[in-house]
């Protein structure tokens, strides 16, 4: 591993007083298998194990403090900050100037919070792995829409051992394989339409999908589960799609009603930003996803639910949800700067929300319609179909209309 005609270069993130030992290690690692490493050291406290290739007082200056004026402080949160800032500044640089072709980071909470934090400015495919403490726990702020490779590190990251060296040495040759056969992500000359994909309405989109392939198309689906649909408008911002069928808008009620797939206020933004059309579908925007059974808020399991697993409960959308959904729906929609349609399928938003499915309710179904009729400008059309959202003819339907909006 490692022999190419240009030697390649990894980025060693960490604190060197608490996490020496192991970025040496790992620096070792690499150059015994014929790459560099850049080791830079965020720390802040104790005496630095080893030196920092990129030492705490430069991460400190760079964000325009000297370390004895941060360290004087005594201000946790604004030391960290600043080093965060300053280590974030160095690594956007050393990608810019091609320094670097891969990056490791090795840590618990701040370590993790640190090496995550640098890793958010890399594009997708980018060589990354963080070697966590907390990698069994909640990842979803650290990992964000990146593809962040994540190793357990199973014992605590306190100096070298026979069980955390093995741990290491796998997430440091996964990396090394990485780097040695890294190319960037290229869209290729076929048309792409982008989609929004959810369990309940996976029936209809293979279906779409077979048809936009015979048609000479790609389509590349994104789970709606909150990182999901942000993860696709990052991608269209970066000019991968030629247009996109947010098919399943789970996200949009989640933030509505706190679910654990709430992709923010910022979801459904590309309408306004990118001149791509563009059509809206209210799959398995009917019920709310929420975490385990016993933890739902007080009133709750008196409502319709569905237990999806011991992690994951469904609970059925209320009227005024839906009506708020539609209201979120509506604003994004009312912005649009390209061609954009709304697709309703009368029978149903997703597998449960159907006639004799749990989740039927046509009365919560027919506020959200009434709501996003009123709010909706003239000019953008709702497309209505007496049929159910995964139906093969509400698919073909929305396929012609979206080849329509293309000129196609």
């Avoid at 965060?84 to 072709?101: M, N, P």
Wanted: glycine share 10%; aromatic share 8%.
């Amino acid at each position: 591993m490692g022999s190419t005609s240009i030697r390649k270069t990894i980025l060693v993130i960490g604190t060197l007083d608490t996490k020496g030992e192991e970025c040496l290690y790992i620096k070792e690692l690499a150059q015994k298998s014929g790459f560099d490493a850049i080791i830079i050291d965020c720390g802040s406290l104790g005496t630095p194990v080893g030196g920092g290739d990129i030492t705490r007082r430069k991460v400190a200056e760079r964000a325009g403090w000297s370390m004895e004026q941060l360290i004087e402080t005594r201000d946790k949160g604004k030391i960290i900050g600043a080093m965060t800032e300053g280590l974030v500044s160095y690594t956007a640089e050393l990608f810019r100037d091609q320094k670097i072709h891969g990056v490791i980071a090795v840590g618990c909470g701040q370590g993790t919070a640190f090496g995550t934090a640098a890793m958010q400015l890399f594009p997708l495919g980018f060589p990354k792995v963080m070697v966590s403490t907390i990698a069994s726990g909640n990842m979803r702020p650290f990992l964000q829409t990146k593809d962040i490779a994540v190793f357990p590190a199973i014992t605590d990251v306190f100096g070298l051992n026979f069980i955390f060296n093995r741990i290491l040495e796998n997430a440091v040759w996964a990396l090394l394989a990485m780097v040695q056969n890294y190319r960037p992500i290229e869209k290729g000359s076929r048309k792409v339409i982008a989609a929004t994909a959810f369990g309940v309405t996976t029936l209809g989109l293979k279906r779409m999908k077979r048809i936009f392939n015979e048609k000479g198309f790609d389509m590349i689906l994104f789970h709606a589960n909150g990182m999901g649909g942000r993860a696709m408008e990052e991608l269209a911002e970066g000019g991968y799609f030629d247009a996109v069928m947010d098919w399943s808008t789970q996200e949009i009620v989640a933030h509505i009603g706190g679910g654990i797939f709430d992709a923010g206020e910022d979801r459904l933004r590309i309408p306004a930003a990118m001149p791509i059309p563009y059509i809206i579908a209210p799959g398995a925007i009917d019920y709310i996803t929420m975490g385990p059974f016993d933890t739902l808020p007080v009133g709750w399991d008196k409502r319709k639910f569905i237990i999806h697993n011991r992690n994951i409960t469904l609970v059925r959308a209320t009227a005024e949800e839906m009506g708020r959904a539609a209201e979120f729906l509506a604003k994004k929609a009312n912005a649009a700067i390209a061609p954009l349609k709304v697709m309703i399928p009368l029978e149903g938003f997703s597998g449960p929300n159907a006639v004799g499915k749990p989740f039927f309710d046509p009365e919560a179904d027919r506020f959200f319609l009434e709501t996003l009729e009123r709010l909706m400008r003239p000019g953008i059309e709702i497309i209505k179909l007496p049929l159910h959202i995964n139906d093969e003819r509400f698919v073909r339907v929305a396929v012609e209309q979206m080849l329509s909006m293309m000129g196609m």
